[in-house]
């Protein structure tokens, strides 16, 4: 499994493909996070914007390999590990980002609260934006992974359904990032630091399911 995780890591490296969706995120927080706002406000909005990006480095993983070499990789080490090791590097891609963005926000916000009237410590802070970046990163996966090779051939019908995917994820009453996310702006109403260990619970349960889902149908032929 190691050899596949770094034949897909180099894959995606040298491919550039990652640039479009770090550069989107990377606008995204420009937009969405300046200097001096309540901390757990912008912790908020950095885990929200990684979702749908998770989905898009899913894809790009998963994607990546023309069908010839797709095949060749499948017969070496079966269909559902090379899958596997696909997605799990583009969620691997998608940690890195989220974790790379919560040290930045953390760093150039105010450690306090909406209002300005209650103080919030910055580490604990920073780690339950981490949690909600995993949160979001693991919602993404699944999106990915449920709207790219080999559950949906088509670009046609995939990046649509990417799309309307990743804000359901995000928008949908009992999604685990929605409530990872409201529990970050709740918060920093009152200066209080959620963790959100059970939306975290929920997010891994529906990442490892959609993961299996792919993983399963990996032995379908190549993508059109």
């Known amino acids: 499994m190691t050899a596949l995780l770094r034949y ?31 901390v757990l406000d912008s912790l908020g909005w950095a885990a929200a914007v990684l979702l749908p990006v998770a989905a ?26 090379s899958h596997l090791a696909a997605v799990l590097v583009g969620l691997a891609a998608a940690v890195v980002l989220g974790a790379v963005a919560t040290v930045v ?31 979001c990163a693991l919602l ?36 685990p990032a929605r409530a990872a996310v409201s529990g970050l ?5 009152s200066g209080a630091v959620p963790l959100p260990l059970l939306p975290l619970a929920g997010a891994a349960v529906i990442a490892a399911g959609a993961i299996a889902v792919a993983c399963a149908l990996g032995s379908r032929g190549p993508s059109a």
């Open 8 to 38: 897909q890591t180099a894959l995606l490296l040298r491919s550039q493909r990652w640039l479009p969706p770090v550069v989107l995120y990377a606008a995204a927080l420009g937009i969405g996070v300046q200097g001096g706002q309540p």
């Open 185 to 189: 702006v709740t918060g920093s109403r």
């Open 56 to 81: 898009w480095l899913v894809r790009i993983c998963v994607t990546g390999e023309p069908p010839a070499a797709r095949e060749c990789v499948s017969a070496a080490r079966g269909p559902a590990r």
């Open 140 to 175: 993404g996966t699944a999106v990915g992974a449920l709207t790219a090779w080999p559950v949906l051939r088509s670009p046609g019908r995939a990046v649509p359904a990417l799309l309307l995917a990743a804000l359901l994820a995000l928008v949908a009453s009992g999604s």
């Open 105 to 135: 926000v953390t760093l150039i916000s105010d450690p306090v609260s909406t209002g300005h009237g209650t103080r919030v410590s910055p580490l604990p802070a920073a780690g339950a934006g981490l949690l909600a970046a995993l949160v």
